[in-house]
């Protein structure tokens, strides 16, 4: 029984510190990648794609961010250029479906700027890369936004001919917006 | 010489025609082979190419139909039949009216195929029409006939300046030469 009481003790003091787990709402979430096309920018969609955040914006150490793509919900918008990137020498549709970003590393830069520390596999190529995040709560909701930038090379999209950088750029631009409900 | 008068082309004037040739000659080259290119970074690279030189061609036909409705246009030979100036009107007539319609067909097929487009890799051209892949293609398709079309009547033009000059030993073709002066 006092170990029950001290149980439910510990239980009760460490409640406040403990990340609640976010799911992500898809109606409200976006996840956009802009490439450049002969100096021009190209964007394009995931158009799935799931988030799932373990999160306290007071303490987010301890908390954790797993992401999956499909990769093959890719949408750039042009009918020519959907049908290109499915091939090995880009995001090779066959081979490598889904893409992962996981972190266990989320610290506050600075008010309700955050980062998040992991590693981005894509296209068979794991990768650390920072994320970094806003955090803005709406609701009993929360929103993250955010954007960074990436090498297409480091993932090797884009091979052969295509590795060369002054037709399609080597950077590209990933842009997110997640809604994120309690759950 | 700088304006044209009844007799022969000013220098603007000459200076247009040959340039124009030059860059209508290259332009249909660089259009063939900008298609059939399989798809690489050059191909992309042929067709930026491609229509930078469409949008240049357009601009130079916009000014030189300005230095041409200014100034005054040298006669055609009085012993010319009257099939013969049709013939020469028609086809002067259809080659300014390609001129316009090649480039905005391209512009259309480039802007309905939302394909971003800098001109030179420099300026943006803004698309002229909304994405829609249905009139991508029927306006490729008339793009390609209008070159078809054009093909056909500048071997007419160079046929006739030729004929002009070889045959009916006229002025025709000398008066637009760049180094004759009379």
């Given at each position: 029984?006092?170990?029950?009481l001290f149980l439910l003790a510990l239980c009760a003091l460490a409640l406040p510190a403990l990340a609640a787990d976010w799911k992500m709402d898809p109606g409200g979430s976006k996840l956009e990648f802009i490439?450049?096309?002969?100096?021009?920018?190209?964007p394009g969609v995931f158009k799935e794609f799931d988030a799932r955040l373990r999160f306290d914006p007071d303490k987010p150490a301890g908390g954790s961010l797993d992401v999956t793509i499909k990769v093959t919900s890719a949408d750039m918008n042009i009918p020519d250029v959907n049908k290109e990137i499915r091939n090995k020498?880009?995001?090779?549709?066959?081979?490598?479906?889904?893409a992962e970003f996981h972190s266990t590393d989320l610290r506050r830069v600075e008010g309700n700027r955050y980062v998040a520390r992991g590693t981005l596999s894509l296209k068979g190529a794991k990768r650390p890369v920072e994320v970094p995040f806003t955090w803005t709560a709406v609701g009993d909701g929360a929103a993250i936004e955010g954007e960074l930038t990436l090498k297409r090379g480091d993932f090797g999209i884009g091979l052969g001919e295509w590795k060369a950088t002054d037709t399609i750029g080597a950077d590209v631009k990933v842009k997110f917006r997640v809604k994120l409900k309690k759950g | 010489m700088l304006r044209n008068n009844s007799d022969s082309w000013g220098t603007p004037a000459k200076l247009f025609h040959w340039v124009m040739a030059l860059l209508i000659f290259a332009q249909i080259a660089l259009g063939l082979v900008a298609v059939s290119w399989r798809l690489s970074p050059t191909k992309l690279d042929l067709y930026v190419w491609h229509k930078s030189t469409g949008m240049l061609i357009l601009t130079l036909l916009a000014l030189r139909l300005l230095w041409r409705l200014s100034n005054r246009v040298p006669q055609l030979p009085p012993e010319m039949a009257a099939w013969e100036r049709l013939g020469a009107h028609l086809s002067h007539f259809l080659l300014y009216a390609l001129m316009i319609a090649l480039p905005a067909t391209g512009w259309v097929i480039s802007s309905a195929s939302n394909v971003p487009f800098k001109i030179f890799w420099t300026i943006p051209l803004p698309p002229i029409t909304p994405p829609d892949k249905a009139v991508a293609d029927l306006f490729a398709t008339?793009?390609?006939?209008?070159?078809?079309?054009?093909?056909?009547?500048?071997?007419?033009?160079?046929?006739?300046?030729?004929?002009h000059h070889y045959v009916k030993r006229d002025a025709v073709l000398s008066r637009m030469l760049p180094w004759r002066t009379s």
């Open positions: 029984m006092k170990q029950i490439a450049t096309f002969e100096k021009n920018p190209a020498d880009w995001f090779d549709y066959a081979g490598f479906p889904q | 008339i793009h390609g006939w209008l070159v078809t079309l054009l093909a056909l009547v500048l071997a007419a033009h160079v046929g006739a300046a030729l004929r």
